[in-house]
């Protein structure tokens, strides 16, 4: 079982809100990613950070944004939650031993209403 | 196009029974290829990963196989659980960026009945 949490599990919110996923891993792995992942679908890279102060949007266009001010820490942020952003988000980090294998949060879900 | 193609898309079995997914993928330059199992409301999990030189690879109950001339991979599951009940999701990795970007297949969805 992988070192890495999300937070909330769940989320449930109205169209227009601000919103912070929180996502934090203990194995001191430089790399982290955010997925975006649809029910029956592969998942979708929206951002990714090789180590502190550094972010990179993914092959997915986000309207979120990412920051990396602490190694253990990569939260995503939605200025304004649309029903389009419905979906699950699955954070993840990798170490360059073991063929750069990610290990994956739990995931959050989020229903905007 | 780099892609990963799986098949099939579900698959229900019995408890005790085998079963083998698949996984085709067009990945170019390719560097390693991974199985992940995926529980319901939950992240991915890897199972198996495999570079170009091995053609097999096994955990437990779960064996994978990468034949890289023919760019397939297969997962079989021998002696099905309840608990193996999950998506099955094929992961190829290139090697032609310093991040070794990620192909992920839609997954299997895989139900074990008693």
């Known amino acids: 079982e992988a070192d890495i949490y999300q937070t909330p599990r769940y989320l449930v919110i109205g169209t227009g809100k601000k919103i912070t996923l929180e996502c934090s891993q203990t194995?001191?792995?430089?790399?982290m990613y955010w997925y975006q992942q649809d029910p029956g679908m592969e998942l979708h890279l929206i951002h990714y950070s090789y180590g502190v102060n550094s972010t990179e949007k993914g092959d997915l266009s986000s309207e979120s944004t990412v920051s990396r001010i602490r190694t253990e820490h990569f939260p995503l942020t939605l200025e304004s939650a649309r029903p389009s952003h419905t979906s699950q988000y699955l954070c993840a980090s990798s170490e360059p031993t073991r063929g750069e294998t990610q290990y994956f949060g739990p995931g959050t879900r989020l229903l905007v209403l | 196009k780099n892609q990963v193609e799986q098949s099939p898309q579900s698959l229900i079995i019995l408890e005790g029974k085998n079963c083998t997914l698949q996984c085709n993928y067009t990945v170019s330059p390719f560097s390693n290829l991974r199985w992940y199992k995926q529980d319901t409301g939950r992240g991915p999990v890897s199972l198996t990963i495999?570079?170009?030189?091995?053609n097999t690879k096994s955990n437990g109950r779960y064996t994978a196989t990468l034949d890289a001339d023919t760019k397939q991979s297969s997962l079989h599951i021998t002696a099905s659980q309840l608990s193996d009940s999950a998506s099955y999701i094929c992961?190829?990795?290139?090697?032609?960026?310093?991040?070794?970007?990620?192909?992920f297949g839609r997954g299997t969805q895989l139900t074990v009945w008693p």
């Open positions: 992961v190829v990795a290139d090697r032609g960026s310093t991040l070794g970007r990620l192909y």
């Open positions: 495999m570079t170009f030189s091995e």
């Open positions: 194995m001191g792995h430089d790399k």
